[in-house]
């Protein structure tokens, strides 16, 4: 999100749009080498379609406008084909759901291998094989040398998640993107798939986009964050100044609801007042405006970004001011 | 994986001994007498009498049970009660027939269906690929003795290209046997492919929505390559469970249309005896039948097994 000379990924004015529905506007995203950024928002905010564009695995019926570049390199409007060589060599992804994510019917020493013998980045089909055991070494999978004989259904969620991320790590590429790896996952195995996430990408230097509804996990895991709403990014800044110091009304709202304590007031735990609505029912100007407990006739029109361009700011009309928040 | 097929034969010879006894219990329960039949309503009772004894009708049940069992493991399955000639020989050279016919048609349905019904769900947003499948729906609304007649008439009669009945082992005449192989074939296949399409359509279409196929696509595959190399398998596991019942329905169900094109199969055979009261003829090929079908199942088993080590119990 900061100003980053040469990104990893640069997504500018992303817009996605169905025939009738409008779900991402404007989305603008920076992520340099290295670098670790976290994508928050509740369930229907966009997160998932962004990253779907970005692994420019969209479906079919979905238009998308702006920019993705991932390096040097457009990746929208570029053809299937194209697309087809980056995906799983530069950009790689992790799933939410480990238990479907893997093919059933197929080994998981098999899988890991495709994954490089697709891109030719091992020589032949027994050093992607031998490849793929160190691999899951590498994400601390008992007995590897067997393991790879092995087929999904014999391993546990937490197991499955580390080969898929095994399959994920296994071209070192520029970008990883997780979508809610751990939230599948019992939380026994989450800080252990989360250590593994994060060393597998410092290992390569590689830049991140983690995807989660659970605050805690960024500020554990990223440096940076974006929070989205309504198909926009509503505030982006780094982690230690958004969680401390919310701008937004939106973010301060989702702060508060993560914080566990009880409300003196009412006795109940904390949230944010109604629900998320469908795509393409949001409101017209600010999108958060029908849940926001500052909202005036001024959020009719469309908040303006404050801060740095495609950097560390919010569109709020009514921002909380920059009081600290304990 | 050798100890599920095991688990699955055992389960397969439990069957086939059950139905023996089922199919031998229906025979004696069934009223008429063959030697009654045989001789006539004129016939005398001690004609009768001597005839059942020929016939081995007077033993005790038990021995009547057998004696037919031993001959059916050592392949002597009696003499018909109506025209005195060796079932065995008869019965092998009618199976011979209905299951080249039967798996020609098998064929034909396999290669219409796959190929059509994957291409389908691939295509399923587009006009293509609902008019297909309007096209499937009709298909499986024709009978297949209505599509033999009508194939009749269009390459027998009004083109000429293929004789329009009749049967020629492929030893006499190899050319003729596949010539006249061609429409019964078709007529069968192109009905079953018709309601198998659908079946592939819908198994791909679920497997297109799976979370391994994104991941797939996430590696690097481009949609085919995803779907061939990681969809075909999984989608191919409910299709092997269509694909058995209808090999097994086909091979009682070839009787129509083994009618329509006057081929000695063992549809043929077994309305044949029972029209003639010919008891142990039909005892017979119903065993036959039962046999056939269980043998399907018993594969249908194993290629599950084969296809999904999620089915592989005990060998974790």
Redo the contacts between chains.
Sequence with gaps: MSTVVDPVLRVRDLTIRTRSVELLRGVDLTIGRGERVGLIGESGSGKSITSLAI?G?LPD?VQATGSVRLGERELLGTP??EL??????DV??V?Q?PM???????RIGDQVA??ML??HTQPSRAAAADRAIELLEAVRLPDPKALVRA?P??LSGGQRQRV?LA??LANDPALLICDEPTTALDVTVQQLVLDLLVRGVEERDAAMLFITHDLAVVANVCEQVAVMYGGRIVEAGPVNEVFRRPRHRYTQGLLAASDLAVDPHSGQLRAIAGSVPAAGRFPEGCVFRSRCWKATDQCRAEPPWTGAPHGPGYACWHPAQSEVIT | MVGTVLRRLAVFVASLAVSTVVVFAFMVLLPGDPARVALGTDASDAAVDQLRHEFGLDRPLPVQYASWIGGLLTGRLGTSYVSGAQIGPQLADRLQVSLILVLASMVVAVVVAVPLGVWMAVRHRRPIGVVLSALAQLGVAVPAFLAGILLITIFAVRLGWLPANGWTPPAVDPVMFVRQLVLPALALGLVQGAVLTRYVRSAVLDVLREDYLRTARAKGLRPAQALWRHGLRNAAVPVVTVLGLQLATTLVGAVVVERVFVIPGLGSLLLDAVGNRDLLVVQDVVMVLVAAVLLVNLLVDVLYVVLDPRLRLGDA
Excluded: K
């Design positions: 692994m695995l019926n299937e084909r087809a060589r980056v995906r799983g060599r790689a992804m799933f759901e479907t994510a893997l093919n059933p019917t197929m495709e994954a697709i891109h087929y259904h014999q898929v399959i994920a």
